[in-house]
């Protein structure tokens, strides 16, 4: 999609810009354009501005993400430095939609939070775990947010309690354009070092069965109910199993890796073939987690 003219900022926009470098499987074409706000009102009246015709996405750390080899047309909003706190009020946590999960966590236990150490595990930031559920460690994000503050396509500010956003497993019901910007988290009374303790042994159980230190896409598949996708993937043979440079990680199944030029369509055919060998060997249809956008080069 060609765009001529778009808003003036405050922040930085920048056309064709490369998004590989900022997602984790390190794959993938580039942003027709990226904008990084300098604020909520720059991000506000930016999306005022533009036309309607123009599509937008958030980015995040890009953690659970396939951007295909011929880019993402459009603009694809990235939350900085502006959006990345976390502050206690009582017994909540406010935090930016551009708050990673440790930072959240971290900030938590600093104020005697619990019941968010599980926001250590997940690698991404709060609009990206807000808008997708996302969860770990037998916890999701609607188990713990009290509401959260999104602008909507068109500019307009709107913070929506828990309750409007329709959670489901993996899923919310924000309509697409949206952006989340802060999120209210409630926790409970609790010592710093015990919750510390938590989240180390959420961190170490992480480094000991998931491929943290390779190019990879976090949990590929959703668990279908009464089941696991890795345990169902391993049974269909897929451990390991290789399409070009993308690769099923032999220490987690349902983790692909790009282990050196794999492209976004040898990662994303791979997962193909996995589901359809896994509908195969057990009937199963196995549903993608991780979100896949852009246009097929």
């Not at 969860?135 to 913070?159: F, K, M, N, P, S």
């Not at 988290?185 to 992480?206: C, H, L, N, S």
């Not at 089941?227 to 983790?255: M, Y």
Request: hydrophobic share 45%; proline share 5%.
């Amino acid at each position: 999609m060609a765009i001529v003219t778009l808003p003036r900022v405050r922040g930085s926009l920048t056309a064709d810009a490369p998004l590989a470098p900022l997602v984790w499987f390190k794959a993938g074409g580039a942003a027709a354009w990226l904008f990084e706000p300098a604020d909520r009102d720059d991000l506000c009246a930016f999306l005022a501005e533009l036309d309607p015709a123009v599509p937008v996405m958030a980015l995040g750390l890009g953690s659970n993400l396939i951007v295909r080899d011929g880019g993402v047309p459009g603009v694809v909003v990235r939350l900085g430095k502006p959006f990345a706190y976390a502050r206690a009020e009582g017994d909540s946590l406010v935090c930016g939609g551009g708050a990673s999960g440790i930072l959240v966590s971290s900030a938590a236990r600093d104020a005697g939070l619990a019941g968010l150490e599980f926001l250590r595990s997940i690698p991404g930031t709060v609009g990206g775990f807000v808008r997708m559920n996302g969860g770990a460690y037998g916890r999701e994000t609607a188990d713990v947010l009290a509401a959260a503050t999104i602008v909507h396509r068109d500019g307009r500010l709107e913070t929506l309690p828990v309750g409007a956003l329709g959670y489901s497993y993996r899923h919310s019901a924000l309509p697409e354009g949206a952006v989340v910007i802060e999120a209210v988290f409630a926790g409970t009374p609790g010592d710093p070092a015990v919750i510390q303790v938590e989240m180390d042994r959420i961190a170490a159980a992480r480094e000991a069965s998931q491929p943290l230190r390779s190019k990879t896409g976090g949990s590929t598949f959703k668990n279908p109910p009464g089941d696991k996708a890795w345990a169902l993937i391993d049974r269909a043979g897929c451990r390991g199993l290789r399409l070009g440079d993308a690769q099923v990680s032999e220490k987690h199944c349902n983790f692909l890796l790009n282990l050196g030029a794999a492209t976004s369509a040898e990662i994303e055919g791979l997962g193909e073939e996995v589901r359809t060998r896994v509908k195969a060997a057990t009937g199963i249809e196995l549903e993608w987690e991780i979100k896949r956008v852009g246009v097929v080069a």
